[in-house]
């Protein structure tokens, strides 16, 4: 991919239930490609999501039916930027999306995570003025590699639920 300007390509996932929202920075380049969230092969979300709620997921139906149960949402920071691979040091020119009217609509959502450092620091320079409980969990890609998968699965599971 080049470093034209690119869109988010798909809708949060958003239930009339959610309670917390997770938020990552932007779709990897896989994830454009099989349109979905977390859709590199290597990326350990699904993973983590399956061994911290005991859910099986097999296809994008029951990983949708996972999210709905455990009330999570899913959605990204960025709206559109510009970047060179799927590294999040190489995202410019964010744009973000509008979390403040997203968590106005869905008076449901309690508290919001985010799957990274990058996604974190984007809502504390644009949203940090919103009153909602923020989550700090590592990075579910396999960039992030300094961590083991099974603190990780800790991580989330001591964070989320």
């Given at each position: 991919?080049?470093?034209?300007?690119?869109?988010?390509?798909?809708?949060?996932?958003?239930?009339?239930?959610?309670e917390t929202l997770i938020l990552g920075s932007f779709p990897s380049i896989k994830s454009f490609e099989n349109n979905?969230?977390?859709?590199?092969?290597?990326?350990?979300?699904w993973k983590i999501m399956e061994a911290i709620t005991s859910y099986p997921i097999i296809n994008r139906d029951q990983k949708l039916w996972l999210l709905k149960e455990a009330k999570?949402?899913?959605?990204?920071?960025?709206?559109?930027?510009?970047?060179?691979n799927s590294l999040d040091s190489s995202l410019e020119s964010e744009e973000v999306n509008d979390i403040a009217g997203f968590l106005e609509e869905h008076s449901s959502i309690k508290r919001v995570a985010f799957t990274g450092k990058k996604a974190e620091a984007l809502f504390k320079t644009h949203f940090a003025y919103l009153e909602v409980e923020t989550i700090y969990l590592p990075s579910p890609s396999s960039a992030y590699a300094?961590?083991?998968?099974?603190?990780?699965?800790?991580?989330?599971?001591?964070?989320?639920l």
């Amino acid at each position: 991919m080049s470093s034209e300007i690119l869109e988010h390509p798909f809708n949060p996932i958003v239930f009339k239930d959610t309670e917390t929202l997770i938020l990552g920075s932007f779709p990897s380049i896989k994830s454009f490609e099989n349109n979905f969230y977390y859709a590199h092969p290597r990326n350990q979300f699904w993973k983590i999501m399956e061994a911290i709620t005991s859910y099986p997921i097999i296809n994008r139906d029951q990983k949708l039916w996972l999210l709905k149960e455990a009330k999570f949402g899913l959605w990204d920071m960025v709206r559109e930027c510009s970047r060179e691979n799927s590294l999040d040091s190489s995202l410019e020119s964010e744009e973000v999306n509008d979390i403040a009217g997203f968590l106005e609509e869905h008076s449901s959502i309690k508290r919001v995570a985010f799957t990274g450092k990058k996604a974190e620091a984007l809502f504390k320079t644009h949203f940090a003025y919103l009153e909602v409980e923020t989550i700090y969990l590592p990075s579910p890609s396999s960039a992030y590699a300094k961590m083991p998968l099974e603190e990780k699965i800790k991580i989330y599971k001591e964070k989320l639920l």
